[in-house]
C-alpha cells in the first residue's frame, strides 16, 4: 500500500496556501502548512513552490511514486 498517491499530489499542486507542504505525520500524509508541520513533528516531503508546475496526470504519479519512495526510504 502507498502511503503518497495522485490525490494527495494534487491536493498539495492544487492549493492555495503558497506555504503548503505535503507533510507525513504519524503514517499519514497530509497537506498543511510547512510551520504548523514543524509543531506537529512531521516530515516535509514536498513544498508547494517545488511542485506547481506539475499538472499532467502522468507527471502527478510519477511524482507521487517518487515521494513514496523517499518516504519509504526514510523510514515511515
Not at 43 to 58: F, G, M, P, Q
Not at 62 to 70: H, I, P
Request: net charge negative.
Amino acid at each position: 500500500m502507498r502511503l503518497i498517491d495522485r490525490a494527495a499530489v494534487r491536493k498539495l499542486v492544487e492549493t492555495q496556501d503558497q506555504d503548503a507542504a505535503l507533510v507525513l505525520v504519524r503514517g499519514e500524509c497530509v497537506v498543511m502548512p510547512e510551520e504548523q508541520a514543524d509543531r506537529q513533528g512531521g516530515l516535509v516531503l514536498a513544498r508547494r513552490r517545488e511542485v506547481r508546475h506539475v499538472t499532467e496526470e502522468r507527471d502527478l504519479d510519477s511524482l507521487a511514486a517518487r515521494l513514496d519512495t523517499l518516504a519509504r526510504d526514510l523510514g515511515a
